[in-house]
């Protein structure tokens, strides 16, 4: 008989989700063991190249579903190794969104004001900088410049980079080299070491069964580290507590699969999934135009011709998170850059009838590449995605040695959703073919479905246990001492970048974490500065503590 | 004109370049260039690797791929047959429609609801790859050698050390408004 390893707290994913509660119980004198399906690659394996198998491959993951697709971080770090660090905080209004379901669909307890003190804590934790003016990308510039033109506003908008690292390099989905993102590598999951949590990457847990004495036991298949279709020895690791942050694209598949041992799981688990609300559009911008519209000009005499050039986003438009407009009519645009590989496939001919994703007057337009101008739209999707019986072994079946796979999710648009894409194309539209500055066409769905960055929602916290999996403390309805706390936590679109709030919400998630633990015979405080020792963020959520590590 | 071919690989090579050709269409390599339709001036997804990246099994087609160039003779029969046009029996089926049939099918094998779309996305999506990204080699080596997609797009040389970085970024001045309601931390209120 082979002997279970034993374990206090067993983490599953190691993204923002995991990252955090793996510090903070670790830091309270738990004994933490982190699995990551992913590699554990640092700034040295980070390339600045598209073989397969470089980084850039083994450090994300793509999977196509029925209706929509999503790519994500597979390393330990997850999506924060290959995000492109935008860190704003959620509009107030998002909040009080009802959604398909007739009702507030966040927590009673959740609002803006009562999270804001956990996104300071985040913003302790995680070096976020106020990108100025002098830090915005040409390709972030002319957005700003195009957004003015058509009287409208446009920010610089908060990043996890420290700026007198970043070389520019446009490299940030393949990972950092230069460590100028401020990745999870460089503050959570180094502190979580430090206090003796244990990273086991090239782990992917498969399911969850019970064990005698009420806790959990965690089985586990060992990954090749170079072709991940390929699988080594199995295990289990027991825990009296499991947080599973597996990213909201893998987490409710993990459950599922978990049924059977575990007995029946919550209605939404593997429901109500958002893709935030993404949806991307190509600029293909006239120079001449830029130059005398827009007065820009750049070195050598160029007006743009810049989209290899810089980072992630760095300008976006707010201009319609306006509380005040219904919901469906909210989104916001930012600049994007998106590398070859995976951001070309989809763009489609501006002006053209009939698919044009593939082409002669595709290739015209990929040889305008580098005047191209990406804009990604967040609107308020509709939690339509649902997914489907599980795979065999982890959450989709792999095609090709990385990054390919065929999952589960199921993703039907319904009207609103269509209409708040249409809304966003449209504004879009008005923006950048003023005055002839671009011709713009949104990414086709017809390919690969919607595609999200951002997956959300597939098992998220509410006060309805009919359309919530978990309760707002992110514990797990009826399986007690099963926490959740990644993105799937999340109960819908956000209209603006995720990470911040999903890491917000893992912080808030603790405190009850730490009470489960406890009850549990666990030796665990809580109370961690952040990772850098900082304690002010500490001093700001202190009078919320009590209400959240009550039952 | 070449003679007819009777080999299975020569068969199965000249259906997938004229498919990689129809995602990313090229120039011909020799005036009896067959597989390329010769749409476009300057390398498409064959001159770019297409081939080259399929056959290496990290793609996941590999194996696949006789499957593929089956099927797409299957396919193209069938739509030669539905249209009334006459197939060369000196090239393979596929390859014997002209340019805009091969685009017409392609485009029916992709559509949301064809039973075979996921193969035929996939396929399509490693033939854009190879010209976007040139996923089969090192980019630096693929740059340096000339990689027609690459250069295509214009994608910048890396420094010497195989690293890009670009000293000159932004146009370095303030070029809108903010949003009034934008909270000291810089997000939106
Ligand atoms: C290209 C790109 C750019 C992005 N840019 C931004 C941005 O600028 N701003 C922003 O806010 N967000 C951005 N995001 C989104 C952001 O990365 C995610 O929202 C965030 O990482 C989600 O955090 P998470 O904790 O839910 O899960 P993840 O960070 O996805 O972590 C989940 C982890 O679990 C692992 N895992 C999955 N299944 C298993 C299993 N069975 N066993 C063990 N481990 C498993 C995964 O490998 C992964 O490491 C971007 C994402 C991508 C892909």
Request: glycine share 10%; with cysteine; net charge negative.
């Amino acid at each position: 008989m082979t002997s279970t390893e034993r374990t206090d707290v067993l983490v599953v994913g190691s993204g923002f989700g995991g990252a955090i509660a793996a510090y903070h119980l670790a830091a309270g004198g738990a004994r933490v063991v982190i699995l990551e399906r992913g590699p554990w690659l640092t700034g040295q394996d980070f390339d600045h190249d598209f073989k397969l198998g470089s980084s850039y491959t083994r450090a994300f993951d793509f999977t196509v579903g029925d209706g929509m697709s999503i790519l994500g971080g597979n390393c330990v770090g997850g999506g924060s190794v290959v995000y492109f660090a935008a860190m704003p905080r959620a509009p107030r209004f998002v909040f009080e969104r009802h959604g398909g379901i007739g009702r507030r669909m966040w927590p009673a307890s959740v609002s803006r004001d009562t999270l804001d003190p956990w996104y300071d804590r985040v913003a302790e934790s995680i070096p976020i900088t106020q990108q100025n003016w002098d830090d915005v990308t040409y390709a972030g510039g002319l957005w700003a410049a195009a957004c003015d033109h058509a009287g409208r506003t446009a920010n610089p908008v908060p990043a996890a980079i420290d700026r007198s690292k970043c070389v520019n390099c446009n490299w940030m989905m393949a990972g950092c080299h230069f460590d100028a993102k401020q990745s999870l590598l460089l503050n959570y999951l180094p502190a979580a070491v430090a206090h003796g949590a244990e990273i086991r990457p090239l782990h992917e847990v498969q399911q969850i069964s019970r064990t005698d004495d009420g806790g959990y036991r965690v089985h586990y298949d060992v990954m090749d580290d170079e072709d991940y279709r390929l699988r080594g020895e199995s295990g289990t690791i027991d825990a009296k507590i499991v947080v599973i942050a597996a990213g909201a694209g893998a987490t409710p598949v993990i459950l599922q699969r978990s049924e059977a041992t575990l007995g029946a799981m919550p209605h939404a688990v593997g429901r109500y999934f958002s893709g935030n609300g993404e949806r991307l559009n190509t600029a293909i911008i006239n120079e001449d135009k830029v130059r005398e519209v827009l007065g820009l000009e750049r070195e050598n005499g160029l007006a743009y011709a810049a989209n290899q050039i810089g980072k992630g986003p760095v300008v976006a438009s707010w201009d319609r998170l306006d509380g005040s407009l219904p919901e469906f009519e909210r989104f916001s645009l930012e600049q994007l850059y998106f590398p070859p590989g995976l951001g070309t496939i989809l763009a489609e001919v501006p002006g053209a009838t009939g698919p044009s994703w593939f082409g002669v007057d595709k290739k015209e337009i990929l040889k305008r590449w580098q005047s191209w101008l990406i804009i990604f739209q967040m609107i308020e999707d509709n939690n339509e995605g649902v997914f489907g019986p599980p795979p065999a072994k982890g959450n989709a079946d792999r095609l090709s040695q990385q990054m390919l796979g065929v999952g589960r999710l199921k993703y039907d648009p319904t009207p609103q959703t269509l209409r708040a894409w249409a809304l966003a194309d449209a504004e879009v539209k008005d923006i950048l073919e003023r005055d002839g500055l671009a011709e713009v066409a949104a990414w086709t769905n017809d390919v690969v479905g919607a595609y999200t960055v951002h997956p959300l929602s597939s098992c998220r916290i509410g006060d309805d246990p009919a359309t919530s999996a978990l309760d707002d403390r992110n514990e797990l309805r009826g399986h007690p001492g099963i926490f959740v706390t990644d993105g799937s936590a999340v109960p819908g679109a956000l209209t603006v970048n995720p990470a911040m709030t999903i890491s917000a919400l893992a912080e808030r998630a603790i405190p009850g974490i730490v009470a489960a633990a406890r009850e549990r015979g666990v030796d665990v405080t809580y109370g961690a500065p952040a990772p850098d020792g900082s304690t002010s963020g500490r001093r700001g959520v202190a009078p919320l503590i009590p209400s959240l590590s009550r039952r | 004109m070449r003679p007819p071919s009777t080999d299975v690989d020569d068969t199965r090579t000249m259906t997938l370049e004229a498919f990689a050709d129809t995602i990313v269409p090229g120039e011909k390599r020799s005036p009896d260039d067959r597989a390329i339709a010769g749409a476009t001036t300057g390398g498409g997804a064959v001159q770019a690797g297409a081939l080259e990246l399929l056959g290496w099994d990290a793609t996941g087609l590999t194996e696949g791929l006789d499957g593929f160039a089956t099927a797409l003779t299957g396919h193209a029969t069938a739509y030669a047959l539905e249209h009334g046009l006459d197939l060369d029996p000196a090239v393979p089926p596929f390859v014997s429609l002209a340019f805009e049939h091969r685009t017409a099918l392609v485009r029916r094998l992709t559509t949301p609801g064809h039973p075979e779309k996921e193969l035929w996305v996939s396929l399509a999506l490693f033939c854009n790859m190879a010209f976007d990204s040139a996923a089969h080699m090192s980019t630096a080596d693929a740059i340096a050698q000339g990689h027609p997609g690459l250069l295509a797009m214009g994608i910048e040389k890396p420094d010497a050390d195989g690293r890009w970085r670009f000293p000159n970024f932004s146009y370095g001045r303030p070029l809108a408004r903010l949003h009034p309601d934008t909270t000291p931390t810089g997000s939106p209120s």
